[in-house]
């Protein structure tokens, strides 16, 4: 039994967030195989296009299995390609989901991550009975963290030791959102 979960198109002042589509494909591998934008990522910058294909299919997989949505971040004016923005693993259960994000160099320092991320939060504390998104960081990654702050997350660990990338072993931040921290946040909900 299929448990859709529709993924939205999204709307910000400066922003469109939108389901994946195939003619992502070239702008994704271009972003994921740049070694500067993937430095702090949990893997190694693609080398193979078809690594794009699998990021589409696995995207689409999101919302047919309704565990998720992983949407494209275009700039408003010109549909120029940003990144990506999603909130992933959907437990009903524990009424808990992931958000993760890569953004292009071009749009770092513009408040292009905080922007969608804000909108994608606003409609999965909408869209789904959520209680706390989690997200990880490399702790080297200060742009990263800035922005999960700015969005209300609250740090709450370290992965020591979690992730090791062509050799480079590296710890991780987890960060926290709580639904009551989300309303309560000034650029988060709207205030009641």
């Given at each position: ?49 078809s690594r794009a294909a699998a990021f ?137």
């Amino acid at each position: 039994m299929r448990r859709m979960l529709p993924s939205p198109t999204l709307r910000t002042e400066r922003l469109v967030l939108r389901p994946v589509r195939d003619d992502d494909a070239a702008a994704l591998f271009a972003m994921h195989g740049d070694p500067y934008v993937l430095r702090y990522w949990d893997s190694p910058p693609w080398q193979d296009a078809s690594r794009a294909a699998a990021f589409l299919a696995a995207s689409r997989r999101l919302e047919d299995e309704g565990t998720g949505a992983r949407l494209v971040v275009e700039r408003r004016t010109d549909g120029a390609f940003l990144g990506w923005c999603g909130l992933t693993g959907w437990n009903p259960g524990y009424r808990s989901a992931s958000l993760g994000f890569c953004f292009v160099e071009e749009s770092w320092g513009r408040g292009h991550a905080a922007e969608a991320g804000r909108a994608l939060l606003a409609w999965g504390y909408d869209a789904l009975p959520l209680n706390r998104v989690q997200a990880e960081c490399d702790t080297r990654n200060a742009a990263c963290a800035r922005v999960l702050e700015k969005l209300g997350f609250v740090r709450e660990g370290t992965l020591r030791e979690d992730c090791v990338v062509d050799g480079v072993v590296s710890d991780s931040w987890v960060y926290g959102l709580l639904r009551r921290d989300w309303q309560a946040h000034p650029r988060g909900a709207a205030a009641p």
